[in-house]
Each structure stands twice: as C-alpha cells, then as structure tokens.
C-alpha cells in the first residue's frame, strides 16, 4: 500500500440513468477487493445545507448516517456497495461550504481579506477533500462531482479539483469522466460528439480527463474508442465503455471486464491484482436465478419517483437474493386508497409495508391499508410513519380511540397517541434538527424481533421528531400490541408487534439504511420470508 493517500475524481458530461455514483461505487468495490482502504465522497453543488429539507421529489431520498448526518441518497450506493459505514464528511453541499466560509469571515480568520471564490472557497473545498485522506484511515479516496461540467454550480468545485491535481503532484491524483456516447436509430451510428464538447469543456476549465467512462447503449467498435482516445487526449485503453445493464449490482463485474481497475490502478502508481468478488457474484447470481416470485405494496406518498424509496427498494433486493426470491416491489399512492377499494388494491399482495414520510397527505389510507392487513393476516412492516400509522389505527380501531391521532397531523387530538418528542418542542429550525443517526434499543425477551434479530440489543438509524406517546403504552399492550423494542436511555418506543397476527412489526428507526450486499437486513430478510410463507399458504389453499 502506498504511504500517500490517492484521489480519484469523478466528474460528469451528459449523462444517463447509470450516473456516477454507481460507476464510483463499482470502482470502489474492485480496488476495495484487492485489498485497498476506499471510501467515495459526494460533492453536491446546490445551495441547500444538506438534503433534509429537500422534497423526495426534487432529489430522491434522504440518507440518514451512523453519526446522523442527512446526506444525498448516492452515499446509500456507497455503503451497499462497500458494506463500510459513511459520515457527515463523505456528503459536502454549496451550501455547507459557503456557510463554512461566511462563518470563518465573521469570526475574523481571514484578517480582513477580500473574501472571493478563489481562493476562498476553492481552498474550502479542498480542504473537505482531503478531510478523510488525512484522516490515516484510507489508500483511496474517490470524490464524486455532482452536477455535469459546465454547470456554473459547479465550476468552483473543478476549479478545486484542477489546484488538487496541482497540489498533489503526479499520480496522486486521477480525473474519470463519464459521458454519454448516444445511439441515433436514424442513422444506425453511435456519436462521439457529445463526448468531445463535454472534455472540451471540462478542459476549458483546466482540467484534463485521464480516464473516459462512456455510457452506451451498444458496444463502442474499437475504431470509435481510438477516436475518442485521440480527439479526447486520452489512452485507449482509458477509453471505457459503460453499457447498459439489468441491475446496477452487473457493474463492477462490467469495469472489471474493461479493466477499469487496472487503468486506474496504474495512472495512480499502485500494484494491481485479481479482485476478490466471490461473495458479491453469489449474490448477483441469487437475485437473477431466483426460484419464486413474491409481489410486496409498498405503501407511501412519493411513489411516483422511485428515488424516494431506494433504500428500501434496494434492502428488498438483498433481502430477496438471500432468500432466493423475486421481490416484485408494486407502489401503491397511499391518496388513492380508502375503505371502498382497499381490498382491490392490497388483497392480491404477500407482504405491505407502509413507508416512512411526513405531513398529513395520503395519511388516512395508510390507516385504511393497516386496518386491512391487520385484520387478514398479511405480514405488514411499517417504518417510522408507517409504525406511527399502524399504532394510531390500533388504538382506532382495536382500542375504540376512533379520535386517536398524531400531533403531526392534528395538533388539537385529544388522543395524541403519537406526540412530538419532549426536546423537539422547542425547535423552530427545521434544517438537521430531528432526532438523526444510531440510537441504542433493547429487545424484549420472547419477542419476534429479538429472534429476528438473534440480540438482546441493537443500533438503528433514525430520521423522525415524532414517538409513540408512552402514556397510552399499558393500554395498547393490555389490547395485543406490545412494545418490544424500547431506548434503554429515553425508554422511547422502538419497535411494536402483534403477537397474534402471523407477522406484524412497527419500527420507529429506518431498517433500510442499513442493509447493504454483504449484510442484508435481518428485519428485511424475516419479512420477506413470512411474505414467501404466506404466498405459499394462500396457493395451497386456493388448490385445494
């Protein structure tokens, strides 16, 4: 290994739905495979602080670390990708850069000094960078530039990569370019084009790209990469093809192909050998041979994008291979789901999960579409809102509460059975100020979600302001739900099961952040199996 941490900078043309976070999290995982410390950083070049107070709809999910930072949902890529933990240092935003800068100025640390862009910012920039290259705990640092070149979001930070490369000397630091090599069907060709004026570009700005990453739909002839490789000043081996795949779990075995490892493992002065991905191809050859099929609702509010639920969508495909079934995800808006027609919508499925999310919106058919799985003992599993959701019909509709209600929604309930969390109530930003990250909880003895999880005690993430309000706790569990997963700090309800439903669990925190290829998630993998149990029960039962 080398004594200098390398960086690897990956920056974008025009690009298609196989971006740059799955292309740097393929790396990733080849050069972590032969035996390298890697992690991926995201530079994101919109002015919000972070993406907590953004709407799925404008950029997808919101991915919660372990030390509890909101970050952009690529960084969800990395930990699936790596099975390694990310912090608040792998997610940089505009917006945390200038605020980083403007509070530096108030404090007087650049001694009266014009404050500009460069090299103010550019040295700021920088300086986040090589936060974890310094840190001693990593061979490999790969940056992700958000946003594509030529975006004047994003000029300060190629400005910063061009003083980096300068800075850091030769084969230190590398630039890998992904662009689109487009197919017109009326002329039956692919076009280099777009490719030349985005390097073009990007080397208007001083930098020059080493490696070429060249999204496809259709093979590059070896005449097309040699011409890219002279008109782009590239090698031609540089020159790689990222054609389009049927999972995003097929690219790191499509770079090792086309040698992206070896490529990139040279130009930075490092030994090269074969990767080790054994265990990662056992589970790509799992998720495409399954031997069923299992068709699980997901249940939300964002359903149109599916960006807002990947991490979910993506612990459904761990939890799928490692029990070797299809999981068909069906999204189901939870605004066009009432008593009329839930049977319509759910009764075909194995499995329901109600997912997280805020505000009043699509609220009643939530509780319309737990009332219906509870009552016909179809394995449900609701996360943060969903548990709320699954708590407040109980308590309608089990307890005779029919006024019972979450502060959230209906701040006047006489019946608060969800309520806002105690240090919540003086919080008037609304900007990284839920409860976030780990929190510890202690399993009940006897439980499912302790055999599920074979461990008296457990560390999820969490991203909510809202709780089950423990003065109705002795109630709900004289009734059949019971708490079984409390904060061994704040005694916070966790977790919640019915006992007497085949498969029934509400959790506060959000299972889903952390499953990843190597670990699927227990809670996903248990869910999925009584979803497969009951799908074979109600077919023995329909020929017999």
């Not at 008109?231 to 795949?245: G, L, P, R, T, Y």
Request: with cysteine; glycine share 8%; charged share 25%.
């Amino acid at each position: 290994m080398s004594s200098t941490t390398k960086y690897i900078f990956v920056t974008g043309g025009v690009t298609s739905s196989l971006g740059k976070g799955i292309i740097a999290a393929s790396l990733a995982k080849l050069l972590q495979a032969q035996g390298y410390r890697v992690t991926i950083q995201k530079l994101d070049p919109y002015i919000n602080v972070d993406p907590g107070t953004l709407n799925p709809y404008e950029h997808g999910e919101c991915y919660v670390t372990e030390d509890g930072a909101e970050t952009d949902l690529d960084l969800g890529h990395y930990e699936r990708f790596l099975n390694t933990p990310t912090s608040q240092a792998n997610n940089v935003t505009t917006g945390r850069i200038y605020q980083s800068v403007i509070e530096k100025e108030r404090r007087g640390e650049f001694l009266g000094k014009t404050v500009q862009v460069v090299p103010h910012i550019t040295d700021e920039i920088k300086e986040r960078v090589q936060i974890l290259g310094k840190s001693g705990d990593y061979d490999i640092v790969i940056t992700e530039i958000g946003g594509t070149v030529g975006d004047i979001e994003s000029l300060p930070y190629v400005e910063a990569v061009r003083q980096l490369r300068w800075d850091l000397g030769d084969n230190n630091g590398i630039v890998i370019h992904l662009t689109l090599v487009p197919y017109l069907s009326a002329a039956g060709e692919l076009k280099t084009k777009p490719t030349q004026h985005s390097v073009k570009t990007l080397m208007e700005s001083g930098v020059q790209a080493d490696i070429l990453v060249c999204r496809t739909e259709h093979n590059l002839p070896k005449d097309l990469r040699r011409k890219l490789a002279l008109f782009c000043n590239v090698k031609e081996d540089a020159v790689i093809q990222s054609i389009d795949a049927s999972t995003i779990y097929d690219v790191p075995n499509l770079m090792l192909e086309e040698g992206l490892d070896k490529v990139v493992l040279k130009k930075l002065n490092l030994s090269s050998s074969t990767p080790d991905i054994d265990r990662w191809n056992q589970f790509v050859h799992r998720h495409k041979n399954p031997k069923t099929e299992i068709t699980i609702g997901l249940i939300g509010k964002y359903v149109e994008l599916q960006d807002s639920y990947k991490s979910i969508l993506e612990a459904f495909i761990h939890a799928g291979a490692e029990n070797e079934v299809r999981v068909k995800v069906e999204s189901i808006h939870s605004e066009y789901i009432n008593s009329d027609n839930v049977d319509l919508k759910l009764g075909h499925l194995d499995g329901v999960l109600v997912a997280p999310g805020f505000g009043e919106r699509g609220i009643d058919g939530k509780i319309d579409a737990v009332k219906f799985v509870r009552e016909n003992n179809i394995p449900f599993l609701g996360i943060c809102l969903g548990m709320q959701m699954a708590v407040i019909e109980f308590a309608r509709n089990v307890l005779g509460i029919k006024d019972a209600a979450s502060t959230e929604m209906n701040a006047d309930t006489p019946n608060p059975v969800i309520g806002l969390m105690e240090d919540q109530k003086t919080i008037t930003d609304k900007g990284g100020t839920m409860r976030l990250g780990a929190w510890a909880c202690d399993l009940k003895i006897g439980s499912l979600v302790r055999d599920i999880y074979k461990a008296e005690s457990i560390a999820e993430r969490h991203r909510h302001r809202y709780e089950f309000n423990g003065e109705f706790k002795a109630q709900m569990e004289d009734a059949g739900m019971i708490a079984t997963g409390l904060n061994p700090d704040t005694g916070l309800v966790e977790i919640v099961e019915i006992p007497s439903h085949p498969w029934f669990v509400g959790v506060q925190y959000h299972p889903e952040y952390k499953s990843t290829v190597a670990n699927p998630h227990p809670l996903f993998v248990a869910f999925v199996k009584a979803a497969l149990k009951y799908n074979k029960n109600k077919k023995s039962a329909s020929k017999a």
